[in-house]
């Protein structure tokens, strides 16, 4: 931009900004890049360890003709012939595909509406840059995440023995499926002038899609009318590993074309820093309860926590459903046993207390996510707004922390709720759902040990808080293929999860959650001491 570069030219500057960010998401895009292609590349070997033999995986294949079965993972391509290769396009891909839509929501929004809610993009205007050169860098930035992804998912599946062709679609269909929610999320930007209400906005598409998909794919096991609404079937479509086609993937592609010019189109009618929905006006007085500090956590978080909790009870119903299904296949293939976590005991309660596991992996992202949106707060300027008002730091943070305790204690009673109202419709059982209600609050140590790192990193170091992510991480892939992989035993002990006894616990068990519970408290107790030493907004 020091070569005489004029302004008027739309797109000056456009590789100085994207440069930029992706220096400053350097970290963030290698986390990414790590869970996902990583996942993949775990899981396709555990399922073939699973599943040895044609079998073991027709077995399987039995199982994804349920309605639920089909809800929770697509269209059953290949029944008929359940080869490693159909098992990981049917039962992976659609985790696959929505992890990278939410993440390129996720950085679309931090790069376009967020840079200008901050008043950076205003400052950047300011110096010889194009009209149009932030929000190209930024879609370039995401797509250029998106390939790499892509790319890397494509290496995983070629690296575990499985055909190059449908490997490659794969790889292409996670990284044009990420696309197309970035484009989405360009959309939302326009229209309101708030990052978090056009994350919430496009993550409403992303859940409407996956609605669409789900319901749809009910209807016609291979795929109805109303399946070919949604961008998520259009990647499922292609009909991985069993009789590819490429062509939906034009879809996707065109799609994200026509939204990108939409998005163009309404940039051109809005003001620097505004959205085209005209924002709600507020209350001159605030009502009693935000002037406290839980009142306005609840304030902040009450969407995130509704949404968590949604999920949560529906995800239980639908995992508790499976429980008469599983049964005659768990007895035909043992090893699943294994793959799902299934200790001894009564087959219905060890996959109840399994699936449990899987919804508690859920409660600790959303109490992690919940504490560092401290951090949001902070670097947006409205911490200091907070302290403005008479509030110490220690009450702010104690009472934010305090709040997401609460939240985390409804969505694991939730948890169990959902859980065990599925398992009851499903085998008749009186007592599932009290029962895995009280087994769900054993595990509250666990989520206030994870809680408590996010906690500890936002106090002492805050510029790492985001670490406290990896933690989540691992606890997901130990409770995943942990057990195939036969981790060292020291390693699988990092997983607080891991370290919970299964209900019922017995006297003897009890050390370990008070161990946690102790952690936690030393966590927590860590970064509220390291809230009160440092500077505001101070990394």
């Known amino acids: 931009m020091r070569d005489g570069t004029s302004v008027r030219e739309p797109w000056a500057g456009t590789g100085h900004l994207l440069r930029l960010a992706l220096r400053r998401d350097r970290i963030r895009i290698l986390i990414w890049f790590v869970a996902i292609v990583g996942t993949v590349a775990a899981t396709v070997p555990a399922l073939e360890v699973a599943y040895p033999d044609a079998a073991a995986r027709q077995a399987r294949a039995a199982l994804m003709t349920n309605p639920s079965a089909v809800m929770m993972t697509g269209p059953a391509f290949g029944l008929d012939d359940y080869t490693l290769g159909a098992m990981v396009a049917n039962e992976l891909s659609l985790s696959l595909f929505v992890t990278v839509a939410v993440m390129s929501v996720l950085l679309t929004v931090r790069h376009t509406r967020s840079e200008e809610e901050s008043g950076r993009t205003e400052l950047l205007r300011g110096l010889p840059v194009g009209h149009y050169a932030p929000a190209t860098a930024a879609l370039v930035h995401v797509a250029a995440v998106n390939a790499a992804i892509g790319a890397g998912t494509a290496l995983a599946l070629l690296g575990s023995g499985l055909a190059a062709a449908s490997s490659l679609a794969m790889g292409l269909a996670t990284a044009v499926t990420g696309l197309v929610f970035g484009a989405v ?49 259009w990647a499922q479509q292609t009909r991985l590993f069993v009789d590819l086609r490429w062509w939906p993937l034009g879809l996707s592609l065109a799609l994200t074309v026509v939204l990108l010019a939409v998005s163009v189109r309404l940039a051109r009618h809005r003001d620097l820093g505004a959205g085209l929905r005209p924002e709600r006006g507020g209350h001159a007085i605030a009502t009693r309860g935000l002037l406290s500090g839980p009142g306005l956590a609840v304030r902040l978080l009450r969407g995130t926590i509704i949404g968590w909790a949604i999920g949560l009870v529906l995800m239980g119903i639908t995992f508790g459903s499976l429980a008469n299904s599983l049964e005659d296949m ?91 109202l599925g398992v009851q419709a499903a085998t008749g059982s009186a007592d599932a759902t009290a029962r895995l209600v009280g087994a769900a609050l054993v595990y509250l140590p666990a989520v206030l040990v994870m809680a408590g790192l996010a906690l500890a990193l936002f106090g002492l170091v805050p510029a790492f808080a985001g670490l406290a992510w990896v933690l989540v991480a691992w606890v997901v892939f130990v409770g995943w293929v942990g057990a195939l992989l036969d981790l060292p035993e020291v390693l699988v002990g990092l997983s607080p999860v891991d370290r919970t006894p299964t209900v019922p616990v017995e006297a003897a068990d009890g050390g370990p959650l008070l161990v946690l519970t102790a952690i936690a408290a030393v966590l927590a107790v860590a970064g509220l001491l390291g809230i009160r030493r440092r500077d505001i907004r101070s990394n």
């Open 185 to 233: 999320a360009s959309v939302m930007t326009q229209v309101t002038a708030h990052a978090r209400a056009a994350t919430g906005m496009a993550m409403v598409v992303l859940a409407a899609a996956f609605l669409a998909r789900g319901v749809g794919d009910v209807i016609d096991a291979q795929g109805s009318w109303l399946s070919w609404l949604s961008p998520l079937a």
């Open 330 to 420: 768990l007895a035909e293939v043992p090893d699943l046993g294994a793959w799902i976590g299934m200790g001894s005991g009564d087959l219905i309660d060890a996959f109840a207390a399994a699936m449990l596991s899987y919804l508690v992996f859920g409660v600790g992202a959303f109490a992690v996510g919940a504490v560092l949106r401290l951090k949001t707060e902070e670097e947006a300027g409205r911490g200091e707004a907070v302290l403005a008002t008479g509030a110490s730091r220690l009450g702010w943070v104690a009472s934010w922390f305090g709040v997401v305790v609460a939240a985390a204690v409804v969505m694991l009673v939730l948890s169990g709720l959902g859980l065990g």
